[in-house]
C-alpha cells in the first residue's frame, strides 16, 4: 500500500502505474448529454458493460440464424454444452472446483432450490439464522421457506443483528445465539459480503461455528462474487448462490451461479427438485423414464439455459481471465484504500463510512451514511454527474470497481463531494 497524498498529480501518478489501467477503454461507461463519461460508482449494483460482450451475442445470433436447431451441437460453442464453457473461470473467481459450480437460473430461484435440498427442518430443528439487514429477496425467500414447511415465519426466522450504536455484526453475538438456540438452528444463511454495509463476513469461521452445532451453512455471495476472494471450497459451506450482472457484468436480470460443496456431489439422498438438465448428460436424450442423476452443482439444473444470457456472461469471463483476480482484487484493496482515504481527509461530520477499515473484512464498495438521512446529498451527486445508489434509511453505496474505475474517478468523486458539502 502506498502512502496515499490527497493531490491531483498523486492520483494521475496512480492511474498511470496501474497495470490494469486498459481495462477501463474495454467497457462502456455511460455519458451525460454532453458526453462527458460519468463517474459510475454502481457496479456493485450493475456492471457496465465489456465491448465484447455484443460479439459474443452476436455469434450465438448468427448460429442461430444459419445453423437453428443444429445449433445445439453444430454451433461454433455448441449450445448443448454451453453452461461449461463458464465453468472454470467463475470456479477460479468464487474459490472452488470445477465439479461444485454451475451458472443456471436467477438468484432467488436458486437460493430456494438450494434450499429444497439444504433446508431440510425437524420439528425439533427448523429455525432459519440471517443478518438482520439481509438482502429484502433473501429474506422473502427464507421466510417462505419457512411458511412451505408449516413453520410460522417470525417465530422460526432468527436475526443476527448490529449492537445498538453499531452497524457491523459482531461474532460474539452470533456465538452466543449458537449457544443458546444452535440445536433449533437447520440453516445459516448469510449474505457473504452484506449488501448494505459492505462487510466482508468470515465465511469459514461462520461455516464452522454452524457445524459444529449441526446447522447446514450456505451464503448469498451476489455482493461477493467477482468482488472478493470468496474460497467457497475452503469455506466448507454447503452451498452458495451469487448473480452476474453485479461485480460480474453480465447485463441486467443475467443468470446466477451456484455452489454445492463437493462433499455433497454424489449425494442421492438429498432432496431436490430435478429436470432433464440434472439428468446424466449421456442417456438425455434417450428420453428414457428413469431419472439417472448427474453428480455437481451442475445435478441441480432442470432446464436448458438461455444462451444469449450466458453469452454474456462468457465475454465477461474472459475479461476477468485476462486480467486476473488476483490482479483485480490487488487493485481494488489501493483502489478503495485510497478512495477512504480522500473521504477520511475530507473530516466532515455530515458523513461516515460504516464499511469495516479492515481491508479483509471488505471489498470495494464503501457504505457512507449519511447525518440525519439527508438523501439530497445523493441526489446532488447524481447532479454532479456521479452515479450512486442510495439505500433507505440513510446509505450511499459507492463501489470503485477495479476493472473500470480509475484513481482519477475516486479523485474527482471525493472533490466534488467536498464542494457539495460545503
Ligand atoms: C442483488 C441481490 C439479489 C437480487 O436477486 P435476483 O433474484 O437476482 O433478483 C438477491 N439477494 C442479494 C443478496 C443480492 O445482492
Known amino acids: 500500500m502506498p502512502n496515499y497524498t490527497s493531490g491531483l498529480d498523486f492520483a494521475q501518478q496512480l492511474d498511470q502505474n496501474d497495470p490494469l489501467k486498459h481495462f477501463r477503454s474495454q467497457f462502456h461507461i455511460p455519458k451525460d448529454n454532453q458526453g462527458n463519461e460519468l463517474i459510475y460508482m454502481t457496479g456493485n449494483s450493475l456492471g457496465l458493460q465489456p465491448k465484447i460482450t455484443k460479439e459474443y451475442i452476436d455469434e450465438e445470433l448468427e448460429d442461430w440464424a444459419t445453423l437453428g436447431v443444429e445449433g445445439h451441437t453444430e454451433g461454433r460453442h455448441p449450445w448443448l454444452h454451453y453452461h461449461e464453457f463458464l ?136 455482493h461477493g462474487a467477482g468482488n472478493v476472494q470468496l474460497n467457497l471450497h475452503d469455506s466448507g459451506a454447503d452451498f452458495a448462490v451469487w448473480c452476474t450482472y453485479k461485480y460480474l457484468n453480465s447485463g441486467p436480470g443475467s443468470l446466477s451461479g451456484a455452489f454445492v460443496h463437493e462433499r455433497h456431489a454424489h449425494r442421492k439422498d438429498l432432496n431436490r427438485f430435478t429436470g432433464w438438465w440434472s439428468h446424466n448428460k449421456e442417456t438425455r436424450f434417450k428420453m428414457r423414464d428413469e431419472f439417472d442423476q448427474l453428480p455437481g452443482a451442475e445435478g441441480w439444473q432442470l432446464s436448458n439455459p438461455p444462451i444469449l444470457s450466458m453469452a454474456a456472461i462468457r465475454a465477461s469471463l474472459d475479461v476477468f481471465k485476462t486480467a486476473g483476480f488476483d490482479n483485480l482484487c490487488k487493485k481494488s484493496k489501493q483502489l478503495t484504500g485510497y478512495f477512504e482515504f480522500l473521504l477520511n481527509e475530507l473530516n466532515n461530520d455530515h458523513i461516515k463510512i460504516i464499511t469495516p477499515k479492515d481491508p479483509e473484512q471488505r471489498g470495494c464498495q464503501l457504505s457512507i451514511q449519511v447525518k440525519n438521512a439527508d438523501k439530497s446529498l445523493h441526489t446532488k451527486l447524481f447532479e454532479a454527474g456521479i452515479i450512486t445508489d442510495w439505500r433507505e434509511p440513510d446509505v450511499i453505496r459507492c463501489a470503485p470497481v477495479p476493472l473500470y474505475n480509475s484513481y482519477m474517478d475516486v479523485f474527482q468523486f471525493v472533490n466534488r463531494l467536498k464542494t457539495i458539502l460545503n
Not at 89 to 99: Q, R
Not at 117 to 123: D, M
Open 87 to 222: 465453468t472454470n473461470t467463475m470456479a477460479e473467481i468464487v474459490g472452488a472446483k470445477p465439479l461444485e459450480v454451475v451458472v443456471m437460473n436467477s438468484l432467488t430461484a436458486n437460493l430456494h432450490f438450494m434450499m429444497v435440498s439444504f433446508y431440510q427442518p425437524t420439528a425439533k430443528r427448523y429455525k432459519i439464522l440471517i443478518e438482520a439487514d439481509a438482502f429484502p429477496s433473501d429474506k422473502y425467500a427464507v421466510e417462505s421457506q419457512l411458511r412451505h414447511h408449516g413453520f410460522d415465519d417470525k417465530e422460526g426466522l432468527i436475526l443476527w443483528k448490529a449492537r445498538d450504536g453499531e452497524e457491523l455484526a459482531n461474532y460474539e453475538d452470533l456465538e452466543a445465539i449458537l449457544k443458546e438456540q444452535g440445536d433449533e438452528i437447520a440453516l445459516i444463511m448469510i449474505g457473504g459480503v452484506n449488501y448494505y454495509t459492505g462487510q466482508f463476513f468470515d465465511l469459514k469461521r461462520i461455516t464452522e461455528l454452524g457445524h459444529s452445532y449441526g446447522c447446514t451453512v450456505g451464503f448469498d455471495c451476489a
